[in-house]
């Protein structure tokens, strides 16, 4: 091994690989929010084309997360097993192949299937995409960059419903059709902007393939640098389910599922069905088209704050004020329900700005707290598990705005959100000026 300056490569600064690393990463994320989003903009239109049930609209609405739950499993694994780069590709292929499939959709159970392969694409882009970047990110940018790919799954969001709407005007039937594939034009450039991309030399070391990981450090960081300029890592479990849970790692685990959870049912049980939530807060017409838009822009303006205050206020204030205000604002909608649309509006703009501190962490905390041999399959577990109780939420809600009405179904939201927050409390780690090896580290 060369003698080189010994600089760690978590200490130098950004450089156009950086750059280009988190496009091809982040590229994943405005999909996953476009796909995942979508949805809501052409339900009422293929619900009334194909037929379905209440039943069948919340199937249809969660079987993107059924496959992320599927996938994320898997994903995880593979991705530790094989390497990140081989799986980079594969997510955008799902999302071409799925979006495109709906353009010859006759029946709900082929929509489902179809939105169920999209979502095993959006289950494996956490792992994959989210390990790449993490372990090429040096320590003081790792935490805002990759809170900021929170912030591309809101422009995703936002974008599907400024796309959608825009072709629904365009009327006819079949308008729903080209909705729904039109993600696929995103999965086509995602695919070109992720080729060259190169393996993680974390995890080339890992399985002892030195020569390789140099080649690449050099690559990315320049000639005078090593695999001596690489901090190792300190654990030496091995990639199980059995080893993640009883090494120690297992409260880790704990807290990220259900912080995660927490985040994300309220979430994505209102992004799936943004147009009938506001429509049953009394939003009529345009307040229902474009109040989507309003809020979906109110949750980027949210998560720029929080990862601004993400190295400065620290990981646990940040995931416990979170949760305290978004439950507040969600207790406020269930409490004025039947209010005017400034009201609702003031009340869904809070929990958008407020729930972003728990946003941005879902994929800093998974990626800070595992180490390099684990961290694919933890995140995958992760991802999984939190889409449970998403596609569950999701599939719920006609139903619970049926036979609970708009304000009791906002109070289980806000019920939800306590837990994150009990949990928050009683497990969040402080990772904040930490190496990737020290906040990975039971030692610490």
Known sequence: MENTPLISIEDVPLNNFHQLMTLRAGGGWILDGYILSIIGVAIVQFSDYLKLD???????????????????????????????????????????????????????????????????????????????????????????????????????????????????????????????????????????IRIGTPESPRWLVGKGRFDEAGRIIKRVYGPSFSLANMPAETSEKK????????????????FVIVF?????????????????????????????????????????????????????????????????????ALLGLGA??????????LMFGAYALFIGGAQVLELVYPNELFPTEIRAFAVGIGSSMTRVGSAIGTWLVPVALINLGIGNTMYVAAAVSVVGLIVSVWLAPETRGMSLEQASSLKR
């Open 336 to 345: 004025f329900s039947s209010g005017s649309e400034i009201a609702v509006l």
């Open 239 to 254: 990639v199980s389910l059995g080893n993640l849970l009883t090494s120690g790692y297992g409260k880790r685990m704990l």
């Open 54 to 192: 209440s039943f069948w609209q919340g199937l249809v609405a969660a079987s993107a997360m059924l496959g992320t739950f599927c996938s994320g499993f898997l994903g995880g694994w593979l991705t530790d097993k094989f390497g990140r780069q081989r799986l980079f590709f594969v997510g955008p292929i799902l999302f071409i192949v799925g979006s495109l499939g709906s353009l010859w959709v006759e029946s709900g159970l082929q929509l489902f299937l179809l939105r169920f392969l999209v979502g095993m694409g959006v289950g494996l882009e956490y792992p994959v995409a989210g390990s790449l970047l993490t372990e090429f990110l040096p320590q003081k940018n790792r935490g805002p960059r990759l809170a900021g790919l929170t912030i591309l799954w809101f422009v995703g969001a936002a974008l599907s419903y400024m796309v959608g709407n825009a072709i629904l005007a365009q009327g006819g039937p079949d308008a729903w059709r080209h909705v729904l594939a039109s993600s696929a034009v995103l999965g086509v450039a995602l695919f070109l």
């Open 260 to 328: 995660w959870t927490a985040a994300v049912v309220p979430m994505f049980a209102v992004y799936s069905f943004a147009p009938v939530v506001l429509q049953a807060l009394n939003l009529k017409g345009a307040w229902a088209a474009y109040g989507s838009v309003l809020i979906t822009l109110l949750f980027v303006v949210g998560c720029i704050i929080a990862t601004r205050l993400i190295d400065t206020m620290g990981r646990r204030p940040l995931v416990i004020h979170s949760f305290l205000w978004s439950s507040l």
